[in-house]
């Protein structure tokens, strides 16, 4: 409880002066497979708000900006029964829609409460759904794992007739953001600026638009989707990563940048990239189990090699993003937490470039979030706008990826007022093209091999290594390879 400091995306959260900063959620609208108990489930989120502190933030705004703090849980849970069980099978998806949208706009920052649980009563012999809207500030995709893991649990265990017992608690989010103030200031991370100056530095000519006078705002904001089947989407978490000893991420950013470079010529593309945030900064820091908003947000230039093969296309591209320091974490820290007396010059730098025109982001397997005995499942119907549609957009183009139902779904938003739906649409299914064909490439019989970063204290390049490995016979190299 008391003071927390503001992380790096809160800052930048804040920075964007939205004119609802009261509205910027995140939801999960659950299909409820068996009956449940209201006043258990309400019991349950009980639990949420006394385990972890992270859902009882706060926030007040004054002349020096905002400041956030913890308090102690205390009142009521923000748990809510709303029966439609007198709609009509047909009304009912526009039914739920049009209370989640109501439910989306009535969090507060500053008196409360950052989170609420609605049930939807369909009826007998129909499938109810389970609705949970988070302010952004107190929740990221790693904690809605926890957070749905405990749910579960809590309600499981009074159901059964226990006092609902979660597992023991990690560090705190308080602890963590006093952590990163602490390490803002230190020498060895104003070594990582010279990097950071170098990634946005230029020149990078605007991505295209359609329309030039449009307004990037979040009410003109529409998304485009994209898959990959069952079996594909298997290759690439499965199969593929192996082969070039790479991450389901280098293959998607790969097939990226090729997609942008056949949309706009250009070689070179400047991301936002976003990472889940929890590094291992201190030893005694454990955070797998800690709630709240831990992204980190930086810009990274990716760049392909000329006339480059698919393999090598993907090592170029794998490299490049084993470069980055702290897996991003640094850069957030120096641009907003840093005091740095002795680089001043280079943070004012640092901090007055703008954010790259468009954003990726890798959620990874959200289906592991539900486990099969669970009695939910994902539902179709909309959560209700997550934010509201006052205020600009960061990005220009917000590309999201993650794995649903076994499939990788990819959402491109984009702003209807800047760019043609058809536009988008070229450019989601040339990247699929690329992806596929980098997952084709990766099952040839001789594709594969490795980059120096899978060997990093031999501090070779890529020639070098090359020529290392075709000096050894098979032999050698299966057993380097086991």
Known sequence: TGPVPLTPI???????NSRAPHHYNQAVLLKVKQPLDAELLRRAVEQLLIHH?????????????????????????????????GVPEAQLP???????????????????PLLKVTLFNAGAGRQGRLLTVIHHMAVDGVSWRILLEDLLNAYTQLDQGREPVLPRKTTSFKTWAELLVQQAQSASLLDELPYWLAQASGPFAPIPVDYSDGDNTRASARTVSVSLSESETRSLLQEVPEVYHTQSNDLLLAALVQAFAGWTGR?????????????ELAEDVDLSRTVGWFTSLF??????????????????????????????????????????????????RLRAQPMPEVSFNYLGQFDQALPASSPFELAQ??????????????????????????????????????????TVERLARSFLEELRALIAHCQLREAGGYTPSDFPLAELEQDQLNTIFTQLDEEEFEAIDE
């Open 94 to 112: 526009s039914a739920i829609e049009e209370a989640a949208a109501g439910l989306q706009s009535s969090l507060n920052l500053s008196e409360g």
């Open 53 to 85: 502190d992270a859902l009882n933030l706060r926030f007040a705004h004054d002349d020096a900006g905002w400041r956030q703090f913890n308090k102690v849980h205390e009142g009521d849970a923000p748990f809510e029964l709303i029966n439609v069980s």
């Open 381 to 422: 119907e909309s959560p209700g706008p997550l934010a509201a549609p006052l205020g600009h957009r960061r990005h220009l183009l917000e590309i999201t990826g993650s794995v649903i139902g076994n499939r990788l779904e990819i959402n491109w938003t984009y702003s209807e007022s800047l760019h043609r739906r058809a």
């Open 267 to 279: 070689r070179a593309l400047l991301l936002a990239l976003e990472g889940h945030g929890r590094e």
């Open 10 to 16: 809160q800052h930048l959260f804040f920075e964007q």
């Open 299 to 348: 810009p990274v230039r990716l760049e392909l090699e000329k006339a480059a093969s698919a393999g090598d296309a993907l090592k170029s591209i794998k490299e490049q993003l084993r470069r980055i320091p702290q897996r991003g974490i640094g850069y957030g820290m120096l641009r907003y937490l840093s005091e740095g007396a002795s680089a001043q010059e280079q943070l004012a």
